[in-house]
Nanobody, 122 residues
Framework: QVQLVESGGGLVQAGGSLRLSCAAS????????MGWFRQAPGKEREFVSG????????LYADSVKGRFTISRDNAKNTVYLQMNSLKPEDTAVYYC???????????????WGQGTQVTVSS
């Protein structure tokens, strides 16, 4: 069992930046691959980015590639999502999730945080 708590969301103007954090507690953080997903009102939850247990492998959705960077600090039990050049279409609730391997399907993740709201104004 692992508990996840996201933070760092907020309101930002288009072109701005935010850094999301997801702090994990419970079982060994380094045993889990981590993912970031987002869900906008009226839309399906979608994959944003993922990172392997060691941090050596990352995945990004095409819509965020080149603008977002995922990283993790296993000593601090935390995964980050640095979001630059934000666009209004990035507005959503952002969730972190944990599973034994990184993947793009939300159904593959066993543990989820409560989410943090990101709003990008035009």
């Amino acid at each position: 069992q692992v508990q996840l708590v996201e933070s760092g969301g907020g309101l930002v103007q288009a072109g701005g930046s935010l850094r999301l954090s997801c702090a994990a507690s419970g079982r060994t953080f380094s045993s889990y691959a981590m993912g970031w997903f987002r869900q906008a009102p009226g839309k399906e939850r979608e994959f944003v980015s993922g990172i392997s247990k060691s941090g050596g492998s990352t995945l990004y959705a095409d819509s965020v590639k080149g603008r977002f960077t995922i990283s993790r600090d296993n000593a601090k039990n935390t995964v980050y999502l640095q979001m630059n050049s934000l666009k209004p279409e990035d507005t959503a609730v952002y969730y972190c999730a944990a599973d034994v391997r990184v993947g793009v399907s939300s159904s593959g993740y066993d543990y989820w945080g409560q989410g943090t709201q990101v709003t990008v104004s035009s």
